[in-house]
């Protein structure tokens, strides 16, 4: 049921790929809700996914843009502001990607080229669009921007290899670019921390399907699905959380503060009294 939370509301939505995208979902969600918006990947993504189908679908236009090109993201800021006929009300960074990663080469042998670029495509582009949109007085005051992020900013997830380090730094970037975007125009920054999600670029980390059932059995209501994503995208979006800034925020059915859980003990102990062949 939709209730017009972002009615007259203007945005940008980056990195969504296709329908089991978070972003994907984001951009129905907030098009529901009554905003209009443009959608944005890099050229490679555009022409492995299926966004055009998502631009028909929300009446949005397409404007290609690496996050790692200050030039580009320029381009996008005027454009979007041209298409839209004003001032951004929000922006949705959905944006990583690890060379390492995708090359299964582990943590302790990282190839530090893959992680310069794994550190700018996936962190510094947060603050490459945060900086633009500024320089540009593209975001109306009392906007919001959000990125998303993984607990495996704070926590060990060996498979997440250097994403990890790299969301740590997306959550870092969250709070001190709101800081200073907070103090001048009243444009508020935050991470989601979302449940291991079935997205295309989730299911690439090595160990996924572990990390997911894992969390299932952990959080007391189990893993937030990438609609309750989108839909926590949309209060954020929102005039009802103006006053929230510098928070990453966990959006993951109880998991960070659950230790164990019943359903885990009681796999564990199965495991352990079953007798051996």
Partial sequence: MSHQLLKGKKGIIFGALDERSIAWKTALAAVAEGAEIVLTNAPIALRMGKINELAKLCNAQVIPADATNTADIENLMTKSMEILGGKLDF?????????????????TDTNYDNFLKTIDISALSLH????????????NEW???????????????????????????LE???????????ITKKVRINTISQSPTVTTAGSGVS?????????????PLGNASAEDCAN??????????????????????????????????????????????
């Fill in 91 to 107: 922006i949705l960074h959905s944006i990583g990607m690890s060379p390492n990663v995708r090359k299964n080469i582990p943590y």
């Fill in 128 to 139: 490459r669009v945060c900086q633009v949109a500024m320089k540009a007085d593209a975001m």
């Fill in 143 to 169: 906007g919001s921007i959000l990125g998303l992020s993984y607990i495996a900013a704070q926590r060990v997830f060996p498979g997440y290899n250097d994403m990890a380090d790299t969301k740590a730094m």
């Fill in 172 to 182: 870092s970037i969250a709070r001190s670019f709101g800081y200073q975007y907070g």
């Fill in 207 to 219: 160990g996924f399907d572990v990390f997911y059932h894992y969390s299932e059995k952990i959080s």
């Fill in 232 to 277: 926590y995208c949309v209060m954020m979006f929102s005039d009802y959380t103006r006053m929230v800034t510098m928070q990453n925020l966990f959006h993951d059915g109880g998991f960070s503060n659950t230790g164990v859980s019943h359903a885990l003990v009681e796999d564990l102990l199965k495991a352990n009294t079953t007798p051996n062949p």
